[in-house]
């Protein structure tokens, strides 16, 4: 078995949620410091080993924004190589709605947060692994 173009790379699970209300999306930027700092993405996190990624993308906005969510379906999968980190993602797009009774987002564990309407989205603020599903939320495909 070839260890593929990337044997070097290390991939990660990610799930992130696509958070919809108003018209409006839930964004997040990264915290500085680390890497892709400054860049607004759709939250969300590592699955960790073992986990169901829809419960890792439950936890993730719970740490990250304190919002509860029921996740629904996966409306885009996208595997992105970043050779500046010696990594790559497997990235899992989602539906999530937050509950009922569920606070209102905050940047807990992020930098900041923002509604953004999908015609906001450009493509050069979000990470290249996000670009895929910006036209979905663009053409409010979801």
Sequence with gaps: MSAGPYPAAKTVLVSA????????VLLSRRKAGGHLAGAWEFPG?????GEDPRDALVRELREELGIDVTV???VECTFHHYADAQKSVLLLFFTATRRAGSPAPSALDVAEI??????DLRDEEFPPADVAV?????????
């Design 17 to 24: 949620g696509i958070v919809i209300e108003d018209g409006r």
């Design 45 to 49: 996190g590592k699955v960790e080993a």
């Design 72 to 74: 629904g379906d996966i």
């Design 114 to 119: 923002r509604w953004a309407a999908p015609a």
């Design 134 to 142: 910006l036209a979905k939320v663009r053409a409010g495909l979801l």
